[in-house]
């Protein structure tokens, strides 16, 4: 069961590994990237962030995708962390379960809009973001647990 995707282009960092795994009871988080899995130093410091009693699963959007509908992640309570809001919307698109994202950390980059203190998108993510609210995606932002949900329709 998937209980949270999160956006951050941190992916797992104390905030994250501790305070959104133990709120939403996940006992895998599942790191979807393109890059992080050829990237020996990122897979070492994103090891060394993991909560002892969680099980870590570094896998690129594709075989994240394959290994969810195959059903070999049911048997976990699924914490999914993304590095970029076109890997949120690349699992959503694809995984009909995900009914909820959750943007923690977006950096500003070069033509992003600052909507809130910690994320920064740039016209075509806020396109996609859009896109998966009007089906039916809940897309707040929070960037710890005990932070008020807001959804991203009240920022833009």
């Not at 994250?16 to 709120?23: D, E, G, K, L, R």
């Given at each position: 069961m998937i209980t949270l995707v999160r956006v951050d282009h941190r992916l797992l960092h104390?905030?994250?590994?501790?305070?959104?795994?133990?709120?939403?009871?996940?006992?895998?988080i599942?790191?979807?990237?393109?890059?992080?899995?050829n990237d020996e130093l990122r897979k070492t410091t994103i090891k060394l962030a993991k909560p002892p009693s969680v099980k870590l699963v570094i896998k690129?959007?594709?075989?994240?995708?394959?290994?969810i509908k195959s059903g070999v992640t049911d048997k976990y309570t699924l914490f999914i962390v993304v590095e970029s809001v076109e890997?949120?919307?690349?699992?959503?698109r694809e995984i009909p379960e995900i009914k909820s994202i959750n943007l923690g950390g977006i950096k500003?980059?070069?033509?992003?809009?600052?909507?809130?203190?910690?994320?920064?998108?740039?016209?075509?993510?806020?396109?996609?973001?859009?896109?998966?609210?009007?089906?039916?995606?809940?897309i707040e932002?929070?960037?710890?647990?005990?932070?008020r949900k807001q959804l991203i329709t009240e920022c833009l």
């Open positions: 104390g905030q994250v590994a501790f305070s959104w795994t133990q709120y939403v009871g996940a006992d895998c599942l790191i979807a990237n393109d890059s992080v899995p690129n959007i594709a075989d994240s995708i394959e290994a890997d949120a919307w690349r699992l959503a500003a980059k070069e033509g992003s809009r600052n909507i809130s203190k910690a994320v920064n998108l740039l016209p075509d993510e806020i396109t996609r973001l859009n896109e998966l609210v009007g089906q039916g995606v809940e932002i929070r960037q710890v647990p005990n932070d």
